[in-house]
């Protein structure tokens, strides 16, 4: 079983939708959870950061973390065009230990 | 974030020659550098863990006399692919972190894009 699972999708929305994307994990002592956005051919940008269970919202995305569940979600509202790309989750149970990373879910955006 | 950038954003060599891959971290000192390999359509796969002035500590299955990786300076690592093989085609990215990080944090460098020949 890997450490981390996301489907890759690919998904395909109209613009204005709110988007879900999500990853399940196997390891309960993580304790980080990010997401990444990664525009074709260059590194992935850090877009959310959470530290255990909970919700953050910045701007129109929100992160939720369910460690009861080993489930994180990235909901994106008003999706743009500019919002296509690949979305990676990724988690570690802090104090240097490695992250994980799923696979990745690309995203299109539709005008 | 921070600012990390990456050269050469992208190469095409031929089979059996040596690339080399810069990484520098601008706006701050990384003890720690990472170095990730993504496979289209596939995520990123750490290859090695390199602290300052230190060797580099490889993941299984990566050949530490292939890749060979450089720390020598708290904003420069390096990552030699030595004898390169179509195989080695990929995207190589590098991720630094500072001391007073606890890791709870990643942040990236552009990517190089090797396609060899």
């Known amino acids: 079983q890997k450490e981390v699972e996301q489907d890759p999708g690919p998904l395909s929305v109209p613009e204005g939708a709110i988007v879900s994307l999500n990853c399940t994990y196997s390891n309960s002592a993580f304790q980080y959870f990010m997401w990444y956005r990664q525009y074709s051919r260059k590194g992935p940008e850090l877009l959310m950061y959470t530290y255990s269970s909970g919700n953050k919202e910045d701007g129109r995305f929100t992160a939720q973390v369910d460690k009861s569940s080993k489930y994180i979600s990235l909901f994106i509202r008003d999706s743009q065009p500019s919002d296509s790309a690949t979305y990676l989750c990724a988690m570690s149970a802090g104090g240097g230990n490695q992250f994980y990373f799923g696979t990745g879910t690309s995203l299109t955006v539709i005008p | 974030g921070a600012v990390v950038s990456q050269h050469p954003s992208w190469v095409i060599c031929k089979s059996g020659t040596s690339v080399k891959i810069e990484c520098r971290s601008l706006?701050?000192?990384?003890?720690?550098m990472f170095w990730y390999r993504q496979f289209p359509k596939q995520s990123l796969m750490l290859m090695a863990t390199s602290n300052e002035g230190s060797k580099a500590t490889y993941e299984q299955g990566v050949e530490k006399d292939k890749f060979l990786i450089n720390h020598a300076s708290l904003t420069l690592s390096t990552l030699t692919v030595t004898s390169a093989h179509p195989e080695d085609s990929s995207f190589y990215i590098c991720s630094p972190t500072s001391g007073s990080s606890s890791y709870n944090e990643q942040f990236f460098g552009p990517g190089t894009r090797l396609t060899v020949l």
């Open positions: 706006d701050f000192q990384a003890t720690t």
